[in-house]
């Protein structure tokens, strides 16, 4: 066995590209951690903090130290009943708008690949002009569409025989005020969903389903063994952020409530806004938002097993 003898004078240099080659991504995405740590951590550790402590108008406005509550204001949130009506009322929303976003998703870009090219492009420049709606021009829209006095959904519910929505107030039933809010919620979330999908059924191979329609395979055969294996990590990849994006919806409820929701339309983010600068239980306030972030993070954990799983099944 040959002696590789001592380094010669052209190994360090290889060395040391070698050491840079390895650094090198760890570089360029130092910047963005860094920027994230500044923007998202030091708020959220402040929250935290703020979580344990009692912080009233009066620590406030002096700059004093708020005392020290330790787990007084985690026990007062997990011990109300209504606490856990919102978590509920949050969870059953999400799974709400998520379902009704992933289906009309599914069926817009399962559509747009059957249509010519030019109503391809045309229906691509109505979903990105649609994403690009501000919150708020989309919620004046749908307050618009529901108003009792001058809303389109009543006239036009009105011109049924048998039914009379004139003076009718969708935000009377938490129920269907929700669906109204659902609603504005699905139509902000479906562009980015379907074209996200219809990138992904451009990457099923056509022989791949000529060969199956030869053997005599059905739509439903065709979308299931084909189609959905391989649109299926990229499903999952927007299930998994349209439910956190859902779970934490606030624009869409304040602004459709005027920025005077009922307790029957609070949610968690609603909550926790409302503690903290309503009735000025700041630290309670930052308790709930504490305790959101964890479920949300539950939710990303959920979503890495998954993309684990899918890796070591491919």
């Known amino acids: 066995m040959q002696n590789p003898g001592p380094p010669g004078p052209g190994r360090a240099p290889r060395g040391r590209r070698a050491l840079r080659r390895r650094a090198l991504p760890y570089l360029l995405i130092a910047p963005t951690v860094l920027a994230l740590?500044?923007?998202?951590?030091?708020?959220?550790?402040?929250?935290?903090?703020?979580?344990?402590?009692?912080?009233?108008?009066?620590?406030?406005?002096?700059?004093?130290?708020?005392?020290?509550?330790?787990l007084a204001n985690y026990r007062s949130i997990l011990s109300d009943g209504?606490?856990?009506?919102?978590?509920?009322?949050?969870?059953?929303?999400?799974?709400?708008?998520?379902m009704a976003t992933m289906a009309l998703s599914l069926l817009v870009a399962l559509l747009m690949r059957r249509v010519a090219p030019w109503v391809r492009?045309?229906?691509?420049?109505?979903?990105?002009?649609?994403?690009?709606m501000p919150v708020m021009v989309a919620?004046?829209?749908?307050?618009?569409?529901?108003?009792?006095?001058?809303?389109?959904?009543?006239?036009?519910?009105s011109l049924v025989p048998g039914l009379d929505f004139s003076k009718h107030n969708w935000f009377d039933d938490p129920?269907?005020?929700?669906?109204?809010?659902?609603?504005?919620?699905?139509?902000?979330?479906?562009?980015?969903?379907?074209?996200?999908?219809?990138?992904?059924?451009?990457?099923?191979?056509?022989?791949?389903?000529?060969?199956?329609l030869v053997d005599g395979a059905?739509?439903?055969?065709?979308?299931?063994?084909?189609?959905?294996?391989?649109?299926?990590?990229?499903?999952?990849?927007?299930?998994?952020?349209?439910?956190?994006w859902d779970f934490g919806v606030f624009n869409q409820i304040w602004l459709m409530r005027g920025g005077q929701p009922e307790k029957d339309y609070y949610l968690l983010g609603v909550y926790s806004f409302i503690e903290s600068f309503a009735v000025n239980r700041y630290s309670v306030g930052a308790a709930i938002a504490v305790l959101t972030v964890l479920m949300l993070l539950v939710g990303a954990v959920v979503y890495v097993r998954q993309l684990l799983h899918l890796g070591a099944a491919e």
């Open 37 to 70: 740590a500044a923007v998202l951590g030091y708020p959220l550790v402040d929250l935290v903090l703020l979580s344990f402590r009692d912080m009233t108008r009066r620590e406030l406005f002096s700059g004093a130290a708020p005392p020290w509550a330790g």
């Open 82 to 98: 209504f606490f856990w009506t919102v978590v509920g009322r949050t969870a059953l929303f999400t799974v709400a708008c998520v």
């Open 121 to 132: 492009t045309t229906m691509t420049g109505v979903l990105v002009a649609v994403w690009a």
């Open 139 to 157: 919620a004046s829209i749908f307050r618009w569409l529901s108003d009792a006095d001058y809303g389109v959904v009543n006239w036009l519910l």
């Open 175 to 212: 129920w269907q005020g929700f669906a109204v809010i659902t609603g504005v919620v699905v139509w902000g979330a479906v562009p980015f969903a379907a074209l996200t999908l219809h990138a992904a059924l451009s990457q099923v191979p056509a022989e791949l389903e000529e060969a199956a």
């Open 218 to 244: 059905r739509p439903g055969q065709l979308f299931r063994y084909v189609t959905w294996p391989v649109i299926k990590p990229t499903a999952v990849l927007v299930t998994t952020l349209s439910a956190i």
